[in-house]
Nanobody, 116 residues
Framework: QVPLVESGGGLVQAGGSLKLSCTASRSFNYSRHRMGWYRQAPGKQRELVATITSAGSTNYADSAKGRFTISRGNAKNTVSLQMNSLKPEDTAVYYC?????????WGKGTLVTVSS
């Protein structure tokens, strides 16, 4: 397990934007491994939001396409999620994920609340 620290959550009105960031705090080259964001709304299962591979290939949930953008930082041990045109249904705890050869690490999550 690799410690992951998320930041950037908060309260925003519908139509607004937020940027989430995640840093893998252990000193290691994570550039070869996939990172991503998942979310869990109250009473629902955790679901994929977006992932990005070492080569920069991205995958988005249908609900995120066209509104969210995932990217990796220059240091390669960071991943960000730019969220635009937020909707109340985007309200959830957002978790950062790191996949190292099938072993997953998770952050503690950051709460995003979108008011109508």
């Amino acid at each position: 397990q690799v410690p992951l620290v998320e930041s950037g959550g908060g309260l925003v009105q519908a139509g607004g934007s937020l940027k989430l960031s995640c840093t893998a705090s252990r000193s290691f080259n994570y550039s070869r491994h996939r990172m991503g964001w998942y979310r869990q709304a109250p009473g629902k299962q955790r679901e994929l939001v977006a992932t990005i591979t070492s080569a920069g290939s991205t995958n988005y949930a249908d609900s995120a396409k066209g509104r969210f953008t995932i990217s990796r930082g220059n240091a390669k041990n960071t991943v960000s999620l730019q969220m635009n045109s937020l909707k109340p249904e985007d309200t959830a705890v957002y978790y950062c994920n790191l996949d190292v050869y099938g072993t997953n690490s998770w952050g503690k999550g950051t709460l995003v609340t979108v008011s109508s």
